[in-house]
């Protein structure tokens, strides 16, 4: 039997809730919690297979409930139902540690399979959610410029301080190539100058 705490702070979409889940023979509702702080106390208290979360709520929201019950080292996986699905949502939903992101206008159906999923150590998305997850993924790939490895290599000798006539020497190649690499550098990073240049290589995780 799955045992799981339902978290909404909406009276009636909490028992509408509480009735599907009990539609279905594996599942236990154990206990209901209308806010965050509840939910954790109860967490605590309980110990359910899974934790079925809302995100807004008055008080401790949803993401701060589900990092709250995380870092206690429950048993308890959190599985969030909500009506949001953009991109702070989940992604905040996601890093605080929940396993999986479900929203409320899913058929009957879908919920109890996500919750029977989760509890199996799965993770579960919504098709609209994988979709937002996948495209914000291909544009922050396509956002992040690409540095040649022979570029890395002159723009980590100028971080070391180094000049170009130095650069050149290091790497066997003539001064006018380390000024073209660091030109195509300076373009691509969209900075103009030498230490701006090494800076954002560094944000951008490309040093």
Do not use: C, W
């Not at 401790?60 to 949001?84: F, H, K, Q």
């Not at 989940?90 to 929203?103: K, Q, R, S």
């Amino acid at each position: 039997m799955i045992r799981v705490l339902v978290v909404d702070d909406h009276p009636v979409v909490r028992a509408g809730i509480v009735a599907l889940l009990g539609g279905a023979p594996d599942i236990s509702v154990v206990g209901e919690a209308e806010h965050g702080d509840a939910a954790v106390a109860l967490a605590r208290e309980l110990s359910p297979d899974v934790v079925l979360m809302d995100l807004r709520m008055p008080g401790l929201d949803g993401v701060g409930a589900t990092a709250a019950i995380v870092a206690s080292n429950l048993p308890s996986r959190v599985l969030v139902l909500t009506t949001y699905e953009e991109d702070d949502h989940i992604l905040g939903a996601i890093e605080a540690g929940a396993n999986g992101y479900l929203l409320k206008a899913a058929p009957a159906a879908e919920i109890i399979a996500g919750v029977q999923a989760v509890a199996s150590g799965q993770t579960v998305l919504a098709p609209s959610i994988a979709a937002q997850l996948v495209g914000r993924a291909r544009s922050d790939a396509a956002a992040k410029p690409s540095l040649t490895p022979r570029e890395r290599d002159v723009l980590a000798l100028v971080a070391e301080g180094l000049s170009n006539p130095a650069i050149a020497a290091r790497l066997f190649i003539g001064e006018a190539t380390v000024k073209t690499h660091l030109i195509h550098v300076f373009e691509k990073l969209a900075v103009s100058d030498r230490t701006r240049a090494v800076t954002r290589a560094m944000e951008l995780g490309l040093l």
